[in-house]
């Protein structure tokens, strides 16, 4: 149902990467969730009202709470989809992602105020007036929150939009409390005992525990995560089917909401090659990286020298002997410097973060795994990955 809705409503909405058709779908859930959620509220509370339920007044303030959350989502959708200016220059895309953790918090708010309610409820319990109708009205609720978070799952997907996805983890809560809630309502005549306030505060740990994972899932984005294995493999592959590409380091990819990534890296050329040449070539592979994955890559070289006997021999056995020590780790910018007594083997160690030896301490561990005639010195920088 919802395909045909998005469908009459938003032109064009199969080209899921375009931030136009993502705005439009983006703001045409927020109005049918508002229409919902209004609707919800409307009945539930006066139902609460009447047969003296906090729950389900408690369950009717969410809903209103929620159509408050659709209209930041609105808001949210046409902010992100401004274009970039001289003050924002990597575009508002971020709008989406800041709009999603005051939806958490709102969430979390609610679920605070309703513990408090449920546990004054458990104190003072009130005898609940039960009714067929309450029953009807709240499984309507559940089937139309279930509809909301089918719906705003799939497109959260599909479009990639943290709002969905916040809104869709809001919906499912929803649900499991609203069904709570309708066991309170139908068991409690029966055993003569008031599980209103019991069953509130199991409804209001569900939204405090959905809050939390969705707040920390969005300060974890704000914050920067590591990107996507797969992307960083395509990424990584498709430089390396250029034949002047010898190898790639340092990645580095910034994401500024699904449309707006950013990435650097370092790529090992032949430094006997052209360079004008091979600066062609490099800029023919960032054109490709935008035009596959819609990615804005800088690249930087890095020559090596290629078939060096002595260069090629150092790098061996420094390969062998970080295989040794650690197979986790893995070295890049390797180059020597040659005198008479000694040799400087000069390069880029990256070690995973939780490696607990300091600097002195890889050195002399890798020094003790490396055979050498001559006296060898390491000049190490160490990194951390980033991809």
């Known amino acids: 149902m919802i395909n045909l809705i998005v469908k009459r409503f ?9 931030p136009d058709v993502r705005s439009a779908v983006g703001r045409l859930c927020g109005w049918i969730g508002i229409l919902c ?36 989502a609105i808001f949210s959708f046409y902010l992100s989809n ?17 709009a999603s953790l005051f ?12 513990a408090k309610e449920s546990f004054g409820k458990i104190l003072s319990p009130d005898t609940i007036d039960f009714r067929l109708v309450t029953v009807f009205i709240l499984i309507i609720s559940i089937l139309v929150k279930l509809w909301m978070y089918l719906y705003n799952k799939s497109l959260s997907k599909k479009y990639e939009s943290t709002m969905l996805e916040a809104t869709a983890l809001d919906s499912i809560s929803d649900v499991i409390g609203t069904s709570a809630v309708l066991v309170s309502t139908v068991i409690s005549p029966f055993i003569g005992f008031n599980l209103d306030g019991y069953m509130g505060v199991i409804v209001s740990a569900i939204i405090l525990y959905n809050a939390y994972g969705l707040i920390k899932e969005v300060i974890n984005s704000l914050l920067g995560e590591a990107p996507d294995k797969t992307l960083v493999d395509d990424i990584v592959k498709e ?6 590409v010898l190898g790639v380091h340092d990645l580095i990819i910034h994401n500024y ?21 091979v600066h062609d070539h490099i800029d023919n592979v960032e054109k490709e990286i935008k035009s596959k994955f819609n990615v804005e890559m800088s690249l930087h070289m890095d020559p090596v020298k290629v078939n060096d006997p002595l260069t ?20 890049h ?33 890798i020094l003790n795994h490396l055979s050498s005639d001559r006296k060898v010195y390491l000049v190490m920088t160490l990194d951390h990955p980033f991809a």
């Open 10 to 18: 938003v032109k064009n909405s199969e080209d899921t990467k375009n």
């Open 37 to 72: 959620n209004v609707f919800l509220f409307g009945i539930k509370f006066v139902i609460g009202i009447i047969v003296n339920s906090v729950s389900i007044q408690a369950d009717a303030i969410n809903n209103l709470t929620d159509a408050g959350s659709n209209i930041i």
């Open 82 to 98: 401004k274009p970039a200016d001289k003050d924002h220059p990597f575009g508002h895309e971020r709008t989406e992602t800041i």
């Open 103 to 114: 939806v958490g918090l709102m969430i979390g708010f609610l679920g605070i105020e309703m």
């Open 239 to 244: 430089m390396m089917t250029d034949k002047r």
């Open 257 to 277: 909401g699904p449309n707006k990534l950013f990435a650097s890296a370092h790529v090992e050329v032949d430094s006997d090659c052209d360079i004008f040449d």
């Open 312 to 331: 090629d021999q150092y790098k061996e056995k420094l390969a062998c002997a970080i295989e040794e020590i650690e197979p986790s780790w893995q070295f």
């Open 333 to 365: 910018d390797f180059r020597i410097v040659s005198g008479p007594t000694h040799v400087n083997l000069v390069f880029d160690l990256v070690i995973p973060y939780e490696e607990k030896r300091n600097e002195d301490q890889i050195k002399e561990e």
